[in-house]
């Protein structure tokens, strides 16, 4: 029987959702709200009784103090005189996981199971008080700020059309798919036949793959073995397995080409083959065999580094974009709770730690000619919406993250998560970093059920954005099945059930079993045994769904009985789906029916290489220049203005709706200070709390150096992680590295891409930073990813449609361990009195700052980095923390010396005093230049006077300037050639840095 129960606030109680929809409603879209009431309503489709039914209203859905319910509609009772009714809900096939948690919780409260057809649908009913709203406002209202078309779908009904016994109806989105399964048999006879199939199916095959995906179904070798078991050409799950694995996404294409590099100024010509193993792999691979401290990296779901002598931490990171541009939310919670499969497929499987999140975007507060699909502040609500869902909701604390703005993201935003994890150095006797799936080992499928949703996620994502992108590929993550999934599989390991295990993450089970059967030389898979959601998905849609909270594990007959009976203790779904056979094959069936039988090693030979020509053009051939700017005699306006600046201000709003202490784990947080209101330079967590040894975290975003050269932003990003995490107190020498590559297209293409020979050329040299600094710095690159195709065409004010490129972007992480806690340092003066040190020399490197970017210029001098001298000056810090000889450590970066010092002051709450001609700098460098250069390798420390000659003996060897002092003023001043250039009070920087988003905290 179905049935409707509306729940909401009691109407003398405010209603904080209905008053933060009048607020966006009138912010956001200028509609005039007077005010708003939110009732949540659950559609059961249930075979439950009057009795049961209100049973549960009452003792599972329904706070007697607080809310009415009612099976009838509650609007007149809630708003009398409402105006507008607007209903949204999630349409058939999308994840509820409000109508899921329900369900459990009304199984728990009545002691019985729900059958498969037997489910509660979760919805929203806004009641509105809008006497001057229209229809075109109110479905505006739904259409831009309530729903999202490709996975909601909305009702909107006027005050005279209410029908006030019924309601808005019985609207039950239930998936009826009425067909049949079936396994398409594929023939193939020329590559523009394979095209045409791959352009209809939405595979985003190479065109130079096709000859070798033809050539392995018309090998006699391979038709013969095929005819045996009853098959002849390609299947579509065949081709759908081929098209998940050989994607951008998967197998990394760009990264493993071959470069036709030449510098358009020198004539130099050059050949590059393989970035990812010439820069990436080869280096780190080097770099490891010298460290004890590298523990697994390149081949698994995360690399793995020692914390201490007990344990080692697993780290990582994902991109989400394509999926997050066309449903933040959705695109966002899955992007943060995926990558925390990602540890727990790692080895043998860590805990959950920590969680990690950056965004670039276009400017929130945009009014130009673009049209993209989401506006960058409905963008950037929904992913901040998504990560807090996906963190909070999941108990792992969410410990650092970063925002970017920039027009160029229009066309496709970024969204970068990382995960860390912990895990026992030795788990049942076994080490913890390695796993292998056996013969005759079972195949198991644990967590979540296989539906529609995610199909070609990893497809559409190796591709730009545009009106012909799939919706398919958006998802809606579960945070609560995910941590019983979490819990199980963490005590299955400790009980040395668990051979092997990784998550179902891109490509779903092609990638997971796909992946798994090499090690174990062959797998034998009944795709008719997989839980579904719903019935009638066909076994190609089964292989490769994305549909999110699952995992394969590998597990020996032997133990199937407890590794069963811990699934259930903990309420997970486990399947077995098959086994592991050393048989050389990968064998798929749906029933009796074969539907896949290739070799397991037949992707990772006979491909081509991707070729690309790279052209690069030195930054004064391409007409940059230094701007021509005449100091002011005063900079107080200046350092108030960036400090107000989209991308240096407070961004507090966000990061408060992170729970960072959800572990207890927090040591170093996202705030520092006595008010804890400026970001810290990096984070610190005490993963395990029986512990001593902390982890230190930073994240790096340079962006705009990139506009003069790629190498510059990438040596500088580099530079930069290395001295966060040692200005907390992370060990330089164990730190190691993250890259996360978001590119666009670089395939030359003179009507859709002409300056992709360009684009190829800042990625080969940001690569070469990449090699040449970890090597120098002795960085090994324990995780890493690359995401291509940050393009966009989207329509103007005008109708025309545009392609817009995103900037080439990489994230560096950097990580350390925190060997004592006692080293730990924050960025804030805390004695009046102290020293102020600036180390390392300043120059003129300006191009590519904050400081030009604010005034609408690029420059040609970016900060060239030394990467031997910050990494030696980065020891010398380590062992001055160790010695406690420091008593605050922060760094220049954006806006250089002059915001560095004014967020110490905020920080701190103290003044500061500073001599500009005392810097080690140039003489002829001029007020603009110490004050704003972006030099890398500097670090600005406050010094107890007591512990002056002992620092200054630690630092002989390096450039070290006592610049000024902390002072009891509550002001910033600093002075040059004897007069004050800048006098700033500490609550006029406060207002300047809080006023932009202030009002969102």
């Known amino acids: 029987m179905a049935s ?53 209203r009452q003792e599972v859905f329904t706070n007697p103090v607080t809310e009415l319910s009612s099976f009838a509609p509650l609007a007149g009772q809630i708003m009398p005189a409402f105006d507008w009714a607007l209903w949204v809900g999630l349409k058939p096939g999308v994840r509820d996981n ?40 109110a479905e505006a209202l739904c259409a831009e700020l309530l729903a999202n078309p490709i996975i909601q779908r909305w009702r909107v009904i006027g005050a005279a059309e209410w029908d006030s016994q019924n309601g808005v109806g019985l609207i039950i989105p239930r998936v009826e798919l009425g067909r049949r399964p079936v396994v398409e048999r594929i023939e193939a006879r020329s590559d523009a036949e394979l095209m045409e199939l791959s352009d209809r199916r939405g595979l ?94 390149l081949w698994d779901n995360a690399g793995v580094a020692r914390l201490d002598e007990q344990y080692n931490y697993a780290v990582t990171g994902e991109t989400h974009n394509s999926p997050s541009n066309m449903e933040a939310y959705g695109g966002a919670i899955t992007g943060i709770v995926g990558v925390y499969r990602d540890p727990l497929g790692t080895g043998l499987g860590s805990k959950l730690a920590a969680g990690m999140w950056g965004f670039c975007v276009g400017p929130r507060d945009y009014d130009g ?165 719903y019935q009638g998905l066909d076994p190609w849609q089964i292989w490769v769904s994305e549909s999110q909270e699952r995992m394969t594990v590998a597990v020996a007959p032997d133990n199937l009985p407890r590794f069963m009976s811990l699934s259930a203790k903990h309420g997970v779904e486990s399947t077995v789906l098959g086994r592991y056979a050393a048989t050389g094959k990968l064998k798929l069936t749906y029933g009796s029916e074969v539907c896949c039988y290739v070799d397991v090693d037949f992707l990772e030979s006979g491909f081509p290489q991707w070729r690309f020509e790279a052209q690069w053009t030195p930054p004064a051939l391409r007409g940059l220049v230094e701007p021509v700017l005449a100091a002011p005699i005063e900079a107080d306006k200046l350092i108030l203005e960036l400090l107000a600046s989209p991308n240096l201000c407070s961004r507090q709003w966000i990061n408060r709706q992170f729970d960072h202490e959800v572990q207890g784990s927090s040591v170093i947080k996202p705030f520092v200070g006595p008010a804890q209101d400026v970001p810290s330079e990096a984070a610190v967590l005490l993963p395990r709390l029986d ?16 506009d003069i050269d790629t190498y510059d932003m990438v040596a500088a990003e580099i530079d930069e992680g290395l001295r966060r995490v040692t200005a907390v107190g992370g060990d330089p020498a164990q730190t190691g590295g993250m890259d996360n590559f978001c590119w666009p297209s670089i395939q030359y293409d003179p009507k859709n891409n002409p300056d992709g020979r360009y684009k190829a050329a800042q990625l080969v040299r940001a690569c070469w930073a990449l090699r040449d600094c970890c090597l120098t710095a002795g960085i090994p690159l324990l995780s890493g990813k690359d995401s291509m195709y940050v393009d966009g065409t989207i329509a103007d004010r005008r109708g025309l449609r545009r392609r817009v490129s995103g900037p080439p972007t990489m994230m560096f992480t950097a990580t350390a361990p925190v060997h004592d806690l006692a080293w730990c340092q924050t960025l804030e003066p805390k004695v009046a009195g102290d020293i102020v040190y600036v180390l390392g020399r300043t120059k003129d490197e300006l191009g590519g700052g904050a400081l030009y970017n604010h005034l609408g ?45 004014a967020r110490m002051a905020l920080a701190g709450g103290l003044g500061l005093e500073l001599d500009l001609d005392a810097l080690d700098a140039p003489d002829d460098l001029g007020l603009l230049g110490r004050l704003f250069s972006e030099s890398t390798g500097r670090l600005v420390v406050c010094v107890d006077p007591a512990k002056a000659a002992a620092f200054e003996a630690l630092l002989a060897d390096f450039s070290a300037r006592a610049v000024g002092r902390v002072t009891k003023g509550k002001s910033l001043v600093i002075t040059s050639g004897g007069q004050a250039v800048a006098s700033l009070a500490i609550g006029k920087m406060r207002r300047q840095f809080t006023r932009r988003f202030g009002a969102l905290v």
């Open 204 to 297: 985003f095959l190479n065109p130079a793959d096709l000859p070798a995906i033809r050539a392995y179904f018309d090998d006699p070798r391979v038709r013969a073995e095929r005819a045996a078991v009853g098959l002849a050409g390609p299947t579509d799950v065949e081709l759908e397995y081929i098209s998940q694995a050989r994607s951008d996404h998967c197998n990394h294409n760009t990264f493993t080409g071959r470069y036709a590099y030449r510098d358009l100024a020198t004539g130099q010509s050059v050949e590059v083959d393989n970035l990812f193993k010439s820069c990436i792999k080869t280096p780190t691979e080097q770099l490891a065999a010298q460290k004890a401290w590298v523990v697994s990296v």
């Open 857 to 901: 210029q690029v420059g040609l001098q970016a900060p060239k980095s030394d990467l031997a001298a910050t990494k030696a000056l980065c020891l010398a810090v380590h062992q001055g923390l160790k010695e406690g000889l420091l008593a605050a450590v922060c760094l220049p970066s954006r806006g250089g010396l002059a915001l560095a010092w």
């Open 691 to 706: 512990g001593r040894a902390g982890l230190a975290m930073a994240q790096v975003f340079l962006t705009e150096y990139g």
């Open 4 to 56: 409707r129960l509306e729940i909401g606030l009691r109407p003398q109680l405010p209603d904080p959702a209905g008053a933060g929809l009048r607020a966006r409603a009138r912010a956001y879209l200028r509609l005039p709200v007077e005010e708003a009431r939110v009732l949540r309503v659950l559609t059961f489709d249930t075979a439950l009784d009057e009795n049961q039914l209100d049973f549960v």
């Open 98 to 137: 409000e109508g899921a948690t329900a369900i459990e919780g009304m199984a728990d409260a009545l002691g019985r199971e729900f059958g498969p057809d037997e489910a509660v649908y979760a919805s929203r009913l806004h009641l509105l008080r809008a006497p001057r709203l229209t229809r075109a406002g």
């Open 369 to 533: 000619d673009l049209r993209p699909l989401l506006h960058p502040r409905r963008l950037l609500d929904g992913l901040i919406d998504g990560v807090r869902d996906g963190g909070n909701k999941s108990g792992i604390p969410t410990a650092l993250g970063t925002l970017i703005f920039d027009e160029r993201y229009l066309g496709k935003c970024l969204v970068f998560v990382g995960a860390v994890g912990v895990m026992p150095r030795e788990v049942a006797g076994r080490p913890s970093h390695l796993k292998a799936a056996g013969d005759g080992d079972l195949v198991i499928m644990c967590g979540g059920r296989v539906g529609a949703d995610g199909i070609h996620g990893v497809t559409a994502s190796s591709a730009g954005f545009s009106d012909n992108t799939p919706a398919g590929h958006v998802q809606i993550g579960d945070p609560y099945t995910q941590k019983k999934m979490h819990d199980f599989l963490l005590e299955a390991r400790d009980e040395g059930l668990i051979n092997f295990i990784t998550d179902n993450g891109g490509g779903g089970l092609s990638s997971s079993i796909g992946e798994s059967a090499r090690s174990s030389r062959g797998a034998e898979v009944d795709l008719a045994k997989a839980p579904l959601k």
